[in-house]
């Protein structure tokens, strides 16, 4: 009996409320959560953009840098270049000043 029982209960599961519930379930959620899953989609999609441009940026970014380094790099040299033609010119006017000074000791 028992068993009887639970074989027409699974066949009763099985052929009518199994088939409304499905039914149910697809008249009431499809329309609406097909709209939410299009606006999910959507955003996903805009976020993959966002994520690519965002590492073509970081790329650029490293780039910049890089130059940038370089730049400096060179304005460095050149400042440098600027400061040792500065002493060389003191050193040329100190050499002078003592060919002076040594021309009146020995006149």
Same mark, same amino acid.
């Given at each position: 009996? @028992?068993?009887?029982?639970?074989?027409?209960?699974? @066949?009763?599961? &099985?052929?009518?409320?199994?088939? %409304?519930?499905? @039914?149910?379930?697809? =008249?009431?959620?499809?329309?609406?959560? !097909?709209?939410?899953?299009? #606006?999910? %989609?959507?955003?996903?999609? *805009?976020? !993959? *953009? +966002?994520?690519?441009?965002? #590492?073509? +940026? /970081? /790329?650029?970014?490293? @780039?910049?840098?890089?130059?940038? %380094?370089? /730049?400096?790099?060179?304005?460095?040299?050149?400042?440098?270049?600027? $400061?040792? &033609? =500065?002493?060389?010119?003191? /050193? $040329?006017?100190? &050499?002078? &000043?003592?060919?002076?000074? =040594?021309? *009146?000791?020995?006149?």
């Amino acid at each position: 009996m @028992r068993s009887e029982l639970l074989s027409i209960l699974t @066949r009763f599961h &099985q052929e009518v409320l199994l088939p %409304d519930m499905k @039914r149910v379930v697809a =008249e009431t959620t499809n329309p609406r959560f !097909d709209d939410i899953n299009r #606006h999910f %989609d959507e955003i996903y999609r *805009r976020f !993959d *953009r +966002l994520e690519t441009e965002y #590492h073509m +940026l /970081v /790329v650029g970014l490293k @780039r910049v840098e890089e130059r940038l %380094d370089a /730049v400096e790099g060179r304005l460095d040299k050149l400042a440098l270049k600027s $400061d040792l &033609q =500065e002493l060389k010119g003191r /050193v $040329d006017a100190l &050499q002078a &000043q003592v060919l002076v000074l =040594e021309e *009146r000791l020995s006149a």
